[in-house]
């Protein structure tokens, strides 16, 4: 029963908006993991500044959340190469890190909190932008492939 639950969840293809929206929360979740850790250990353990170890920190978490949304969100195949996805996935992470450092600073500098707390805050506010972006290019891309 929980192995198929699992299954159904994670490995099943399943195109959904609702489905991929659970899977980008689960992958999303880790990649956030994965930036918010990276970022804490620049500025805490390193002592970068806390902007350039936003950097750092959202790098990694483009990287693994790349990785996991192939594997588990948006599974099919498109038509362009992997370097030319990877880039428009970057372009989408690029706009985020706007939003993510944006908010990142507004936090820290006007609001005085911490900057890890900030961090929090601000990987939150990049969350719906990266799902839709991310889900607007998947549809046109399917899209063109389906009308070639």
């Not at 929980?2 to 929360?25: A, E, H, V, W």
């Amino acid at each position: 029963m929980l192995k198929k639950l699992l299954f159904d969840l994670f490995i099943k293809k399943n195109d959904s908006s609702g489905m991929q929206l659970f899977r980008y929360i689960f992958a999303g979740g880790i990649a956030a993991a994965v930036n918010i850790g990276t970022f804490a250990f620049c500025t805490e353990a390193l002592s970068i500044y806390y902007l350039v170890g936003n950097i750092f920190g959202f790098a990694m978490g483009l990287v693994s959340n790349y990785i996991l949304c192939k594997l588990f969100v948006f599974t099919d195949a498109i038509s362009i190469p992997k370097a030319g996805e990877f880039i428009l996935h970057g372009i989408v992470s690029i706009i985020s890190l706007g939003i993510d450092t944006s908010v990142l600073w507004s936090c820290t500098s006007f609001l005085g909190l911490y900057p890890l707390a900030s961090k929090l805050v601000a990987t939150g506010a990049g969350f719906l932008w990266n799902f839709s972006g991310r889900k607007i290019i998947y549809v046109k891309l399917k899209q063109s492939d389906t009308e070639q």
